[in-house]
């Protein structure tokens, strides 16, 4: 068993489901007071809170409830994230900025309201879930790209401003994870299980990410391990960004 969080609270936005329920499981076992904070935390085995991280009133209530609960907080995952298809023709105004206030806003509400107690923290860490999509130029993701563009950009703004403070930033860039998420698009084909073996088959280690494989990657940039690393991003995604492979 490993202990590496242990005496230390974490919280993980979005971690009701996938990539976010798999990192919430791998800090509790590495011994961290996990609280989940998601729009429909219900299911959770963890200290569930519901937030939505598009309302800052939603965000500052939700983080103290944490403080509440567990006396402290010394580590946020910043992963809460939704999707957005097509090329910059394809969404309105009103979901550009819809998708830029969950996936880019949301990540600097949570953080702002939890660094006076990241600050008081002997082990503080952020990470972010960003994607291969900041740096990738994917086809058809001209919202979604931005977005996770802006969490690369920002992860790095973040790490230069706080690592005096001893909080460190940094994000971990998924390629195509199996989740719920890519679930919800593989059903929407015509024939979801050729579907599936296909989107397997255009990895360059022949499947998808796993979650634990994600979150794997996370513990280490948010643990002690990974004290004297800042304003990386770690690329989970079968050697894509490597390989300088892109899906075309
Ligand atoms: P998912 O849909 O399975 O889970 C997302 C969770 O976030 C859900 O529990 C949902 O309720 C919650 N959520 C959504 N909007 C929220 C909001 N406004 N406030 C609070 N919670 C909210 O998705 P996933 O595949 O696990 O993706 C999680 C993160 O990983 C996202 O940031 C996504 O961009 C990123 N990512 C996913 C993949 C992939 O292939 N699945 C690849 C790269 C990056």
């Not at 998601?38 to 939603?58: I, M, Q, R, T, Y």
């Not at 940094?170 to 299980?193: E, F, H, I, K, M």
Request: hydrophobic share 45%.
């Amino acid at each position: 068993m490993s202990t590496e969080f242990e005496g230390l609270a974490a919280l993980v936005t979005g971690g009701a489901s996938g990539i976010g329920a798999a990192i919430a499981d791998r800090l509790a076992a590495g011994g961290a007071k996990v609280a989940v904070l998601d729009l429909n935390p219900a299911g959770s085995p963890h200290f569930g809170v519901e937030c939505n991280v598009a309302d800052d009133a939603s965000v500052r209530a939700a983080v103290d409830a944490v403080v509440r609960e567990f006396g402290r907080l010394d580590v946020v995952i910043n992963n809460a994230g939704i999707g957005a298809q097509g090329d910059i023709a394809a969404n309105s105004d009103e979901e550009w900025l819809r998708v830029l206030d969950i996936n880019v806003v949301g990540i600097a509400r949570v953080s702002r309201a939890a660094l006076p107690y990241l600050r008081e923290s002997p082990a503080a860490a952020i990470v972010n879930t960003c994607s291969i999509a900041a740096t990738a130029g994917l086809p058809q993701r001209a919202l979604y790209s931005a977005s996770k563009g802006a969490v690369l950009s920002l992860t790095l703004a973040m790490a230069a401003d706080h690592i005096r403070e001893g909080i460190r930033v940094n994000c971990v860039n998924p390629g195509t994870v199996d989740t719920p998420w890519v679930g919800r698009l593989l059903d929407s084909a015509a024939d979801p299980a050729a579907e599936r073996a296909a989107l397997n088959a255009r990895q360059p280690h022949g499947r998808m990410v796993d979650p634990a494989e994600v979150a794997g990657a996370v513990a280490y940039l948010a643990s002690p391990l990974s004290g004297s690393t800042s304003g990386t991003s770690l690329a989970i995604d079968g050697g894509m960004q490597g390989l300088r492979l892109r899906p075309v």
